[in-house]
């Protein structure tokens, strides 16, 4: 393990828990039931900008409300790189690491809880929200300061394309939802 600085020039793949992560920790509850979650359109610039930019974005999480895969598809998410309603994390890791051809140092895992902590684990770049449960901070190689939901993806992802020399280029602006 290298500086931080360092090793963030190796990523190369970004994966995201859900809930408390591109989500606040909590959320509303409609009278039919259903769950109402809010996302951080700072955090769904970075994604679709990371994108554009040709990295890998993923999602793994342990739910699976359909709004949310609306909402990652429409970032720019490909379908077959979104998991919802995983019961086991390691296999949807798995998959990424197959499909894009990955070394663990490539790949920066954020997650806030303990479903997250051995994803966390089998990856290079591990981080975490300013939120996170302890559990997850301590093995978690960067805290945002930001939390979870309000803008903790964003940090780490322009943090990643400025030392890799991406951020702010000609091809910064995006088309918006």
């Not at 809010?38 to 554009?52: E, F, L, Q």
Request: charged share 30%.
């Amino acid at each position: 393990m290298g500086f931080f600085k360092d090793d963030l020039k190796k990523v190369r793949a970004f994966i995201f828990d859900v809930d408390g992560v591109l989500s606040l920790q909590t959320q509303n509850i409609t009278p039919e039931g259903e769950l109402m979650r809010t996302a951080c359109t700072k955090d769904g610039y970075a994604i679709m900008y990371s994108i554009r930019k040709g990295y890998i974005v993923a999602v793994i999480s342990g739910g699976g409300a359909p709004g949310v895969r609306e909402r990652l598809e429409k970032l720019g998410i490909k379908p077959e790189d979104i998991y919802l309603k995983v019961p086991n994390k390691l296999e949807a890791l798995a998959e990424i690491r197959e499909r894009y051809a990955l070394e663990k140092d490539e790949i920066l895992y954020m997650g806030d809880d303990i479903p997250d902590y051995n994803v966390m684990n089998e990856v290079g770049v591990p981080v975490c929200p300013a939120d996170a449960c302890e559990e997850i901070k301590s093995i978690a190689r960067y805290i945002s300061d930001a939390t979870g939901g309000n803008g903790c993806v964003r940090d780490v992802m322009a943090q990643v394309l400025k030392a890799r020399g991406d951020w702010m280029d000609t091809h910064c602006y995006v088309r918006s939802l």
